[in-house]
């Protein structure tokens, strides 16, 4: 197998990256020493190209880039066993979130573009209902996605259980909701939120 | 529904799920508190909690979400009764994260226009159950004990975890349930699979997760010598329950494992008539298996 040269440097480990994470997630990423228990309990991490512990010697080498254009940091469920066994405190978890959030922003390449259909079809619910209207996400889901025929037999037969409502009443205190969503836009925009 | 009546009372959310995919999860919690003489009131116009799309790609909206729905909740007043695993989660490490971080907390009351209200704790059904009304008045309101079930309870990701945060049992060996539904008279199963993840909200964008991360819950729990799951999360029964056929074709194996929630088993011992229960909202039909132990 060949061995590459890598030169490491205040310069390439890029720590003005490292900070922001760090910032964004309220968790130390130089912290972490490999032991790999977080990749060991993973639930995801056989889907993943690169699992948990990876992608946080990624940032500490200054090798963002491979993670945010990636899919693994999109197929991390949330689940925080990873943040619940680091034995140095790292808040994988957290860390996980400030990631997809830089790549959400940077709106850079990213492998995995139906999570972050499903994420964006159920946060513009939110601002369009107040509650989720779960029919209307699976429907508009597979017709963005271009799976039209996706769940086909599941949905008559949730029908019949009454488990999918046909029709979704807004939230009656929906202009406070499109406030919230306003004024955090505003916040951003003025660079007083991330 | 007079307070003074109750012997408990509690503000309510019940997520979004529960006024949908999940109805029987609210239908039999609403049952089994009814019964239990613990008083639930409804939060009016709560709202989506944003779940894990929201902190996934927007902290300060799935925060910003949360208070809300804390600041609709205190209005009601007493502490916060939430059905939902994800939606306790959540409401749970909003009141954490922004109680010791001033700037986030400044940044969400500016969103809110508002306060974030630290005063009512927020509890997850079990807790309740458990702690504050207590395992001895639940045995002692049992009328027809779980015999004959033997329940695999299945934690998920999120009513104990992150660590510091939803403070309902231990976060990683919890018996919480256990404790709860062996009070109604039932036999609890020692398995391997009971906090590992389902797939979650995969089962929109990747369903293709779930059919193996549940396939291997429930190969799981079937070794163990379950014959049904307990759930208290409505993603978590959503992918076992309504996917089970279709794991069940990938993966070659047979299940027919009725996957119940928690307040639908408790309510039946407490006597609430199984028809209020939704039962018949399930896809794996748990009937025979209740027949069988003699139970409807």
Redesign the interface.
């Known amino acids: 197998m060949k061995h590459s040269k890598m030169r490491l440097s205040t310069e390439t480990m890029n720590l003005g990256f490292v900070r922001k994470v760090e910032a964004?997630s309220?968790s130390s990423v130089r912290r972490c020493f490999q032991c790999g228990k977080c990749s060991a309990g993973c639930?995801?991490r056989?889907?993943m190209e690169h699992p948990p512990n990876r992608i946080v010697r990624f940032l500490q080498l200054g090798q963002y880039e491979r993670v945010l254009a990636g899919r693994s940091i999109w197929?991390c469920?949330?689940?925080?066993?990873c943040?619940?066994?680091c034995p140095n405190k790292v808040?994988l978890?957290a860390i996980m979130?400030a990631l997809?959030?830089c790549s959400?922003d940077a709106k850079g390449p990213s492998k995995e573009s139906?999570?972050?259909?499903?994420?964006r079809l159920?946060?513009e619910?939110?601002r369009t209902y107040?509650?989720?209207y779960?029919?209307r996400?699976?429907a508009v889901?597979n017709v963005k996605s271009g799976q039209f025929l996706?769940?086909l037999m599941?949905g008559p037969?949730?029908i019949t259980?009454?488990?999918?409502?046909m029709f979704h009443q807004k939230?009656?205190?929906i202009a406070?909701?499109e406030?919230?969503?306003a004024?955090?836009e505003a916040?951003r925009k003025k660079g007083?939120?991330? | 529904m007079t307070p003074a009546k109750n012997l408990l009372n509690y503000s309510y959310y019940p997520g979004c799920s529960l006024h949908a995919s999940a109805k029987e999860y609210d239908e039999s919690t609403r049952g089994l508190f009814r019964a239990l003489k613990i008083g639930l009131h409804e939060v009016p116009d709560w709202l989506c909690c944003g779940a894990t799309p929201a902190h996934n790609v927007d902290e300060l909206l799935s925060l910003s979400l949360c208070a809300k729905n804390l600041s609709l909740a205190e209005e009601v007043g007493g502490d916060l009764a939430v059905a939902c695993a994800a939606c306790f989660s959540r409401l749970k490490v909003t009141q954490h994260r922004l109680a010791d971080n001033e700037e986030k907390r400044r940044q969400v009351e500016y969103a809110i226009d508002g306060k974030v209200s630290f005063d009512n704790k927020v509890k997850h059904l079990l807790e309740i159950l458990a702690k504050d009304f207590g395992l001895d008045r639940l045995t002692a309101a049992v009328r027809k004990p779980l015999e004959g079930l033997k329940v695999a309870c299945y934690y998920g990701c999120l009513l104990t975890r992150p660590p510091e945060v939803p403070e309902l049992d231990d976060c990683e060996a919890p018996t919480i349930m256990e404790r709860v539904i062996g009070a109604a008279g039932a036999e609890t199963v020692t398995w391997s699979h009971r906090m590992e993840c389902c797939g979650a909200n995969f089962t929109l964008s990747r369903p293709g997760v779930v059919l193996k991360l549940s396939g291997d819950i429930l190969a799981s729990a079937k070794a163990a010598g379950a014959n049904c799951i307990l759930v208290a999360c409505p993603l978590c029964h959503g992918n076992l329950d309504i996917r089970q056929k279709e794991i069940e074709e990938a993966s070659g194996q047979w299940f027919g494992m009725p996957v119940f929630y928690m307040t639908q088993l408790l309510a039946l011992a407490v006597g609430v008539a199984p028809a209020k229960l939704g039962f018949d909202s399930m896809i794996v039909n748990p009937l025979p298996l209740l027949k069988e132990k003699g139970l409807v």
């Open positions: 964004l309220g639930p995801m056989s889907f197929y469920a949330s689940c925080e066993t943040t619940t066994r808040d978890a979130d997809r959030k959400w139906l999570v972050q259909l499903a994420n159920f946060i619910n939110i107040g509650r989720q779960e029919m996400l699976a889901f996706k769940d599941l037969k949730l259980k009454g488990k999918l409502r939230n009656r205190n406070e909701i406030n919230i969503f004024r955090i916040l007083e939120a991330p």
